[in-house]
């Protein structure tokens, strides 16, 4: 096998063709729900990690309207069966809205989750170059759950993935989280970690590095948190074109095939997710979203929060592609981790 294979050779390629695979197996995925909205805020970031599905950087400045911000809130109000509200980018946090869109969406009751890269914290906005150090205790007064990437709890490993200095500033973000509450038993405040593999491997059991990475932190750093979620690296953007230039291509998408497992497909979070991005359209999940694979409905004409109506969000079928065995390999893999 060529392990070199180019993205056009992995659109047509039948041995990676997912459709083909679900119906080969006599497995439908049609969507049950629409719990979540996660909305991409910007594509900024103070980072531009190698593993970025997104190609993230502080050269991005692709960022959703205000108007697009204040729609998320119509929908939010419009529809009681979305429940949770997951912000994401780049850096949610260095939208300009950010902030203000947190405060509304808990005024509706949702539960709001934001994808926190902890180091934002102390680099602030590339343009402004300030901190966000106001983050823990903004965080805590809305009752926001916290996500956040920690690669490793070792500091060659995280650096070797995030950049020079990211693990000491993580643990510093950490050590203020911790500080008011996130990740303390008793107090409500969700504080969860997500793990990638670094290189073109599956994750570990979940249970397991979670163990790990609550015994290393804690004796090392005397750092807590709730539950560490693994993912696995995608093979789109900036991960695929590592892979390709390290000509093990190829190779990782034939483990992923090879991995595939029937129960992690059936709980795909695209299934009860809809996701949104700088310009307003719908897909059917992030990873799709940075594809430009954009959610259609029944008649073919893409989905929007400009015009979104539910049930037609709803009937939509689910496209898939090639990229959607990572989703499906091993223990399974979405933005909540494991899935079987």
């Known amino acids: ?13 039948a041995r990676y063709d997912f459709d083909a ?14 719990e979540t909205l996660q909305v991409n805020l910007t594509k900024l970031c103070n980072q531009a990690c190698r593993h970025c599905h997104v190609d993230s950087s502080p050269a991005r400045t692709e960022a959703l309207s205000r108007e697009g911000v204040e729609r998320c809130l119509q929908l939010l109000a419009a529809h009681p069966q979305i429940t949770k509200l997951d912000l994401t980018g780049g850096a949610p946090e260095l939208h300009p809205d950010f902030d203000w869109l947190v405060i509304e969406a808990r005024k509706l009751g949702k539960h709001v989750m934001v994808r926190h ?18 983050l823990p205790e903004f965080f805590s007064a809305h009752r926001v759950e916290v996500i956040s990437s920690l690669p490793y709890y070792q500091e060659f490993f995280t ?8 693990f000491g ?13 996130y990740g303390v038993e008793g107090t409500g405040l969700i504080f969860n970690l997500v793990y990638n593999p670094v290189g073109p491997y599956l994750p570990a059991a979940q249970a397991q590095l979670e163990a790990d990475y609550k015994r290393e932190l804690k004796d090392k750093f005397g750092l807590v948190f709730n539950h560490l979620f ?10 695929a074109d590592h892979l390709r230039k390290s000509g093990q291509f190829g190779s990782y998408m034939d483990k992923l095939l090879g991995a595939f497992n029937a129960q992690a497909a059936a709980g795909v979070m695209c299934r009860s997710l809809i996701s949104v991005d700088w310009q307003g359209n719908l897909s059917d999940c992030d990873f799709n979203q940075q594809l430009d694979l954009l959610a259609l409905d029944g008649e073919g004409r893409k ?7 539910f049930e037609r969000t709803l009937g939509r079928n689910i496209r898939f592609a ?3 065995l990572g989703c499906t390999a091993g223990a399974g893999s979405s933005c909540g981790g494991a899935t079987a």
């Open 322 to 324: 090639p990229h959607c």
């Open 303 to 309: 989905l929007s929060i400009f015009d979104f109506d």
């Open 1 to 13: 096998m060529d392990d070199v294979l180019p993205l056009s050779a992995l659109k047509t390629d």
């Open 230 to 239: 693994t993912i696995t690296n995608m093979p789109i953007h900036r991960f």
């Open 117 to 134: 890269n902890l180091t934002v914290q102390a680099d602030g906005n590339p343009q402004t170059k300030q901190g966000k150090a106001y």
């Open 159 to 166: 650096d070797s993935q995030r950049g020079k200095g990211v």
């Open 169 to 181: 500033k993580s643990i510093t973000a950490m050590q203020r989280l911790n500080a008011v509450g």
């Open 21 to 34: 695979l679900l119906q080969a197996r006599g497995i439908t995925l049609p969507p049950l729900s629409i």
